[in-house]
């Protein structure tokens, strides 16, 4: 089992950038696929990024790639999403989750460990 907390959200204009991070307890954080999911009041969760175990894989969402950059430190247990060129769309709840071994990188019901999420907000 593994215990998830965002942090790094925050109010930023658009253009700028925010670095969110997520510590994970235990010792066995790298036994753990990661993602980056957010979600705004009234729809879904949506999927923004995901790394394999070892941090050697990346996947973006089409909408951030290219602007967001998802990375782990195992020796930290921690995981980042550094956010650049920022959007009003990215406004969201942004949670992070883990699991050992998700079938779909992309969906979040294939996540057994969630965090309490973290907000941020670009003003335009």
């Known amino acids: 089992q593994v215990q998830l907390t965002e942090s790094g959200g925050g109010l930023v204009q658009a253009g700028g950038s925010l670095r969110l991070s997520c510590a994970a307890s235990?010792?066995?954080?790298?036994?753990?696929?990661m993602g980056w999911f957010r979600q705004v009041p009234g729809k879904v969760r949506e999927f923004v990024a995901a790394?394999?175990?070892?941090?050697?894989?990346?996947y973006y969402a089409p909408s951030v790639k290219g602007r967001f950059t998802i990375s782990r430190d195992n020796g930290k247990n921690t995981m980042y999403l550094q956010m650049a060129s920022l959007k009003s769309e990215d406004t969201a709840v942004y949670y992070c989750?883990?699991?050992?071994?998700?079938?779909?990188?992309?969906?979040?019901?294939?996540?057994?460990?969630w965090g309490q999420g973290t907000q941020v907000t670009v003003s335009s």
């Open positions: 235990g010792r066995t954080f790298r036994t753990y696929f």
């Open positions: 989750a883990a699991d050992p071994n998700p079938k779909g990188v992309a969906y979040s019901y294939e996540y057994d460990y």
């Open positions: 790394i394999s175990w070892s941090g050697g894989s990346t």
